[in-house]
């Protein structure tokens, strides 16, 4: 059984950092394209981040360029998201995804891409 379950999220203060994890059961990560997307408030729901399945490159909503950072450890078979210089407009609920097809390598930030999602965790940055 797939599941995802997203952890590290908290209240941080502007400039500050924090890590995500997303821990996979029920398949490898190593196996699939699995992303980090956002919903902060009133708003629809944004791609963050993506790693394809072999690792090779990370990709990034010029929102978070240069400010997060996605890896993945495939002992613990669970994708990170590392959050530095966060702002307030970083608040939101944080989900990571799971790509449908084994080694997709289509374009990261379409939804309809992405079979399973989990729970989600909440980023709070505010002083």
């Known amino acids: 059984q797939v599941q995802l379950v997203e952890s590290g999220g908290g209240l941080a203060q502007p400039g500050g950092s924090l890590r995500l994890s997303c821990a996979a059961s029920g398949f490898f990560v190593s196996s699939y394209a699995m992303s980090w997307a956002r919903q902060a408030p009133g708003k629809g729901l944004e791609w963050v981040s993506g790693?394809?399945?072999?690792?090779?490159?990370?990709y990034y909503a010029d929102s978070v360029q240069g400010r997060f950072t996605i890896s993945r450890d495939n002992a613990k078979n669970t994708v990170y998201l590392q959050m530095n210089s966060l702002k307030p407009e970083d608040t939101a609920l944080y989900y990571c995804?799971?790509?449908?097809?084994?080694?997709?390598?289509?374009?990261?930030?379409?939804?309809?891409?992405?079979?399973?999602w989990g729970q989600g965790t909440q980023v709070t940055v505010s002083s």
């Open positions: 790693i394809y399945s072999d690792g090779s490159d990370l």
């Open positions: 995804a799971k790509a449908q097809r084994r080694d997709y390598y289509g374009d990261l930030a379409r939804f309809s891409e992405y079979d399973y």
